[in-house]
């Protein structure tokens, strides 16, 4: 179904512009979902303060904010660190997404409708355009995947990944950066597209279930050599 944006009504209060705290919160979570600033890494003020264009109180609260939402580590008398990224922590997360997508993808292959077949193929070509475009590729790859889920009909499972999935957009990109994922992950999901399309459950189920296994093996991968340097 179209969404229509309805006008704003002439009475309703204009949005209020976001702070200088929640500008810079937004602009710090970007660069750490993305992992433009890596995990462990130290978080200096003043560098913060140059980076992002405000002063030292926004970035401040900021910080805070970002701890509050464990993407940030607050240290007594010491610079704040970016989040460390625990398999212990992700992996069950991981196996939780393994389960709903892929079960949700076996749903969506006999229950998506045309139209979102169509949505699903043009977020496949964009997603081919941005592949040199991390920030783009994100985007996209989230918009993918929430769309086969919400194709699934199942309201409960759909609010379920809605709780998980955010938590586990830094670890993916982790696994995304790893060499030739992109290109592995794009065909991937293109043969997800072509089960779907063909109306196999089985195999769009089997397909989703080895593309987020592949992402959490990845992950763990990548986590576990680092902490081994």
């Known amino acids: 179904m179209t969404r229509v944006s309805l006008p704003a009504s002439p009475d309703a209060p204009p949005r209020p512009a976001p702070s200088l ?26 560098d ?15 910080l805070k904010l970002l701890a509050g939402e464990g993407l940030v580590t607050l240290r007594r008398n010491r610079a704040a660190l970016v989040a460390r990224l625990d398999p212990a922590d992700l992996v069950p997360l991981f196996e939780l997404e393994v389960a709903l997508e892929s079960f949700c993808a076996g749903l969506a292959a006999e229950r998506m409708t045309g139209p979102e077949i169509d949505r699903l193929d043009r977020l496949q070509t964009a997603l081919e355009a941005a592949r ?18 919400t194709a699934s009909r199942s309201p409960a499972i759909a609010e379920a990944h809605g709780r998980a999935f955010p938590r586990l957009e ?18 991937e999901h293109q043969a997800i597209l072509e089960a779907l399309r063909a109306r196999d459950p089985g195999r769009a189920r089997t397909l989703m279930h080895a593309h987020v296994a592949r992402t959490q093996a ?12």
């Open 21 to 46: 705290t929640e500008q810079a919160a937004a602009a710090l979570r970007r660069l750490i979902l993305l992992n433009l600033l890596a995990p462990g890494e130290v978080l200096n003020e003043p």
């Open 48 to 62: 913060l303060v140059a980076r992002l264009g405000v002063s030292r109180t926004p970035v401040r609260e900021a």
């Open 132 to 149: 040199d475009d991390r920030d783009a590729y994100t985007r996209l790859n989230r918009q993918a995947h929430r769309l086969i889920v």
């Open 170 to 187: 830094r670890a993916r990109n982790f696994a995304l950066a790893a060499e030739g994922r992109v290109a592995e992950s794009l065909a």
């Open 218 to 229: 990845l992950m763990v991968a990548r986590l576990t050599e680092g902490l081994r340097r």
